[in-house]
């Protein structure tokens, strides 16, 4: 488990951050020692309020050392008693309530938006949970997660969030890796600018080496889409105009069984779809996936082996009466799935 980041002390790193931005400044004579000085009262004192009354124990006493910097930078700005009263009342009872109302009014807007991108990334198990792992006062934070495939197999997944120049967090990055008996067989960093609107199920596909067709920006700014696959060097993008369409692979194999406009969706996604292979009455249980290196559909059989269509038709030929025919459930799942609905 990761330790907690001491959030006061973060607090004074990132005033520290921000005046190195405005240092420039200071040497052409835009800004003076004085409205540095302000900046950093502001900046200090919004981080006390949003700590007040969420300060764990072992950032109490780094909190000392925050209304400490707080006074002195009063005394020096408002050496005036009486001003320096009035300032002290006024960030108490107006100017911090509104900026924490405003602050709680961004994040909720903020946390609620992620939570819709999350959900349609198919992360919702994070969604209900992301206010705990989005601290307010870290710019960069990383949320890690792992899925079991099988006894064998798991999916590990690193989600970086990143603050934008208004303060609101984005999901800028997923990295993925798969593992087989706790080794990274294969791993990618996906950057969400160039993966717009990527599932997690794409990213299994693609790390178990399927290939996905992709919706991008084209250089005329046009949306396109384009066939990618994680190839040994990294990402492989194949070219627009390849010629790889999976309705008329699909159409050339009428052996296949399902309805094909659910198995064109699919097999775009990168998915690897159990049907069946018809031959006759007959029926052998096999799996597809979309193959553009080749511009064919892939066939594998109940093994997951690949296998060729006329080794399928052979094996039924072969094995003739033995082969079972469909029960009478899964024939009414057949035709359910020819007439559009969803299994």
């Known amino acids: 488990m990761e330790k907690a980041v001491n959030r006061v002390l973060l607090a004074f790193k990132s005033w520290e951050d921000r005046k190195k931005e405005i240092e420039p400044l200071l040497k052409s004579g835009t800004a003076d020692v004085t409205m540095l000085s302000r900046l950093q009262l502001d900046h200090l004192r919004h981080a006390s309020h949003r700590l007040r ?11 000392l050392l925050l209304n400490n910097q707080i006074f002195k930078l009063e005394k020096q700005l408002y050496p005036n008693l009486l001003r320096r009263i009035f300032s ?3 960030d108490r009872l107006f100017d911090g309530p509104a900026y924490l109302k405003k602050e709680q009014l961004r994040r909720d807007n903020n946390m609620a938006n992620l939570k819709i991108q999350l959900k349609e990334a198919g992360l919702g198990s994070i969604a209900g949970r992301l206010e705990q792992h989005l601290d307010e006062d870290q710019k960069h934070i990383r949320v890690p997660l ?21 303060g609101d967090f984005q999901l800028n990055r997923i990295g993925g890796s798969l593992l087989q008996n ?41 949306e396109n889409h384009r066939w990618v696959e994680l190839g ?28 094909k406009e659910e198995l064109t969706r699919y097999l775009e996604n990168g998915q690897q779809v159990p049907t069946y292979w018809k031959q006759g009455k007959q029926y052998q249980n096999i799996y597809v996936q979309a193959d553009p290196a080749n511009r064919c559909i892939k066939l594998l059989d109940d093994k997951l082996r690949p296998i060729t269509a006329e080794k399928l038709n052979q094996n039924l030929a072969r094995q003739g009466f033995k082969v079972k025919t469909l029960d009478t459930t899964a024939q009414k799942t057949i035709r359910r799935v020819k007439n559009g609905q969803h299994q």
């Open 53 to 63: 009354s969420t300060a764990r124990p072992d950032e109490k006493p780094f909190m």
């Open 88 to 90: 002290q009342l006024k």
């Open 182 to 222: 706790g080794k990274i067989t294969k791993a990618q960093e996906f950057e969400l600018n160039d993966w717009p609107n990527l599932k997690t199920n794409q990213i299994w596909s693609l790390l178990e080496g399927r290939a996905m067709k992709q919706q991008y920006t084209d250089a005329s700014g046009h």
């Open 232 to 259: 040994p060097n990294g990402v492989q993008h194949y070219d627009p105009e390849h010629a790889f369409d999976v309705k008329t692979a699909l159409a050339a194999m009428p052996a296949i069984i399902r309805n």
């Open 146 to 166: 792992d899925c079991q495939l099988g006894p064998e197999k798991r999916i590990s997944l690193d989600l970086h969030f990143e603050k934008d120049p208004y």
